[in-house]
């Protein structure tokens, strides 16, 4: 619905392999000074020093992760480059190179292809990351890509997923379920534009919901942010596939349990008025809706004082001794065991 | 053709996306110091500590790159590792870390995954690198698979492909065109079984160039050979997509221009005996075939007595000032321009 029908459209075999990546590439430039040799050669040459290397890749396919029906391709371009760079923070590091491949087939012409790559220009630029190779290639039905991002961090600054201990505390950066929502919203207005083509849908009620589907942004912020507030996350994972199954992450690779308490989940008021026009229970989506890429980590109980207040970071629970499990403690006060009902590509429509 | 139709089937479904990747990576172990920190967190941790990392990435489409009529899964695996790391010791490093991405529709059961995991675990073996990350999702058609290979080597030993000077020899590794028709008899060969589906093909004499297609070796044995001799290449590319697109990339990247001898270019007696069954002509082959993973380099003159009479080894022409240009010199002494006629999937069927 978002498709202009009338722009140009020139065929990717005009330009050939080489001829199409030098052309979608010619306008990145390097910047990292780890970034010794980009794109244009047998490998790219990287030099992260006396830092660790911290790398993650991340695939997305048409129709089982994007729709290109409502996914503009610039904003593809940048969410795809976020999923990773997500990651990346994730581990408590500056993300520094990413290398993306594409496959796509003739349906797409180059026009839609400097789309996805202004996307994903905007994302290098912004969050000050280097691409520096990839690969492109045509397929025989669809789009992928494939994004392996890079990044840099001091050995004694990363935070893996092990770390927890009992007792600390568990924080959670901005709201969620809102890029589950905005999903919802832009499945639904699909539904109505193939009854009635004219409809032109009024998303602006929805619009937080909406830009956190399409064009979500990673928590780079928050990494600087710890720094400064002198505060190392015990451990620290990303929120790619709803909360509850984040929280099982962190309490099995750190062999403690948890206790995560309803009323503190942080929810956007969109996503509450939302869920009340959806029907839908607003725990329900934090828990399990997924694509939020804030970040989750526990800190130390004598690091509440730092944090305490930030807008950015709310304490949502706290660790247990593994014995005791992982809960969900209800507005009720009861006690309901958290299960991972998280995304799963082969199971989900 | 090469289809087990009674195998044991196991929909995907059934483990879900964490269950499939722990169940397919579970025997990998980490070998290598620089692997810090493998699967299992939001990224890998690497350290190359004063080495520099090479990163390089690749991209295998069913159906574009590779025909699972006649291709068995444990080769393709295994060929999808050796596609990257080919790329790696054309860099002169050491390759030491890789990570597999797989989008697969729901028509491949978990044991088909294992078949493709097995070959990539037996490169991983034979080549000594790590598996460390990757990304498993389903495809709405067919299989696709995204590596991204890592490497380290130390600064002064770096070939990049912009080294070469006029003068110097331009020498490749192994045979070529043998990939090719490897290709050319297995297309045949499926023809003739849609045709007649019980028809067992002997492909006895055509067992070098068969395996060649199905299952090519990465030469990291050059490296440590070049090492051995102590000769640096001026510069070096892997044949992937023909002879002649590579030495062009040479060309161009180090501003001179290149003499190649036709009768210099090693092929194999089958590659030369199969060309004449198939009426294509042997050069055209190594020319244009691609897919030999062979490494060409050039080295200076002085280093000819280190490399002279090693089998391995065939000084096929040499570089010249960039005005010269590139030409072929043929058996009959005349001068043909090289033109690129490598593999685009944009264009070949």
Tied chains: 1, 2.
């Excluded at 050939?16 to 970034?35: A, R, V």
């Excluded at 190179?97 to 996307?119: C, D, H, K, W």
């Excluded at 939302?274 to 970040?295: I, N, P, Q, R, W």
């Amino acid at each position: 619905m978002l498709e202009d029908k009338n722009k140009a459209r020139t065929p990717l075999e005009k330009l050939g392999e080489f001829g199409l990546i030098d052309h979608l590439t010619k306008n990145f430039k390097i910047n990292h000074p780890s970034s010794v040799k980009g794109i244009g050669d047998d490998a790219a040459v990287l030099d992260h020093s006396d830092k660790k290397t911290v790398l993650t890749t991340d695939l997305l396919v048409e129709g089982v992760h994007f729709d290109l029906s409502y996914m503009p391709l610039k904003h593809l371009g940048y969410k795809a480059v976020m999923v990773n760079l997500s990651d990346v923070y994730a581990m408590n590091a500056k993300a520094t190179q990413i290398t993306v491949s594409l496959a796509v087939s003739n349906r797409f012409p180059l026009e839609a292809l400097e789309e996805l790559y202004e996307g994903i220009a905007l994302a290098c630029k912004i969050y000050d990351v280097d691409l520096v190779g990839g690969d492109t290639t045509s397929s025989t039905k669809g789009m992928l890509i494939s994004i392996t991002a890079l990044g840099e961090v001091a050995e004694a600054d990363i935070t893996y997923r092990s770390g927890a201990q009992a007792n600390d505390l568990l924080v959670v950066t901005g709201d969620l379920g809102a890029a589950y929502m905005g999903f919802q919203v832009l499945e639904r207005e699909k539904e109505v534009f193939k009854v009635n083509p004219n409809n032109q849908p009024d998303l602006s009620p929805y619009s937080y919901i909406v830009e956190r589907q399409l064009k979500p942004e990673a928590r780079r912020d928050i990494v600087h942010l710890l720094k400064k507030l002198g505060v190392k996350p015990t451990s620290m994972i990303d929120i790619s596939d709803g909360l509850s199954s984040e929280i099982l992450h962190l309490s099995k690779c750190s062999k403690v349990g948890c206790n995560l308490f309803e009323d503190k989940i942080p929810l956007d008021p969109t996503v509450i008025t939302t869920c009340e026009e959806f029907k839908m229970d607003g725990t329900m989506v934090a828990l399990s809706g997924g694509e939020d890429y804030e970040l989750l980590f526990t800190i130390d109980q004598k690091d509440f004082d730092k944090i305490k207040g930030n807008p950015n970071l709310t304490v949502i629970g706290h660790m247990t001794e593994a014995n005791e499990g992982n809960h969900l403690v209800t507005r009720a006060n009861t006690k309901i065991p958290l299960t991972a009902q998280g995304w799963n590509s082969f199971t989900n429509d």
